[in-house]
């Protein structure tokens, strides 16, 4: 789960990456020079104030960063704000039959590449949502990063690819020795349980682009 202390080390660091204080980011981006001050992140009160998208979004504007360099430095150690590329996956492309080996993981080399933060997975790989079958949550053109090395637990949104080539985002309602039970994040689609043996692969989304 995101914490408070999660952004504003990433702010932190953002500023740093940009030889600047959190002082003179918050002045750079138009904001009041006090904005990010270590004072301001806590209120009189006790209560843990946490920056607005709005001025995140300043941030990002007056320095340059994508959303992606700044989850970057959300990270604990000195992991933050390496990239490196992953292989982007298109929706028709991930049904297509030998275009995924046994794990999960696309194989070939057949397809394009964005730079994306660290994940902790080798394996992980993006892949851009088409049609309108996961909104509100995941709307067309959408990028989401599945880590198919990832434990999956009840709860979690996953990619599921069946043995026949279809291709689902859905999120895990239970996982069985037997089935797969999968709720519909669109109410006008069908929710789905799956057979073990009707699976080809399944792999938990670490992240999304909205």
Do not use: C
Request: aromatic share 8%; no cysteine.
């Amino acid at each position: 789960m995101l914490k408070h202390s999660d952004i504003w080390r990433a702010i932190d660091r953002l500023a740093h990456e940009y030889g600047l204080s959190a002082s003179g980011l918050a002045r750079r981006a138009g904001l009041d020079p006090t904005t990010f001050n270590k004072s301001k992140r806590v209120t009189r009160e006790g209560k843990l104030r946490w920056p607005s998208t709005e001025s995140v979004g300043k941030i990002l504007t007056a320095t340059g960063a994508s959303l992606g360099e700044f989850v970057s430095f959300i990270s604990e150690g000195e992991g933050g704000g390496v990239y490196r590329n992953i292989p982007l996956i298109g929706f028709a492309q991930a049904g297509v039959e030998g275009f995924f080996d046994d794990a999960g993981y696309p194989t070939g080399g057949s397809w394009d590449e964005v730079p994306f933060p660290d994940v902790g997975d080798p394996h992980a790989y993006a892949l851009e949502i088409s049609g309108d079958s996961m909104e509100p949550v995941y709307r067309d053109g959408d990028i989401v990063i599945v880590a198919p090395h990832a434990n999956i637990r009840r709860g979690d949104r996953v990619v599921v690819k069946t043995v026949e080539g279809e291709v689902m985002a859905k999120q895990l309602r239970r996982h069985s020795a037997r089935k797969v039970d999968l709720q519909s994040l669109n109410a006008d689609h069908p929710d789905r349980i799956l057979e073990t043996e009707e699976v080809d692969w399944i792999g938990r989304i670490v992240w999304a682009s909205q």
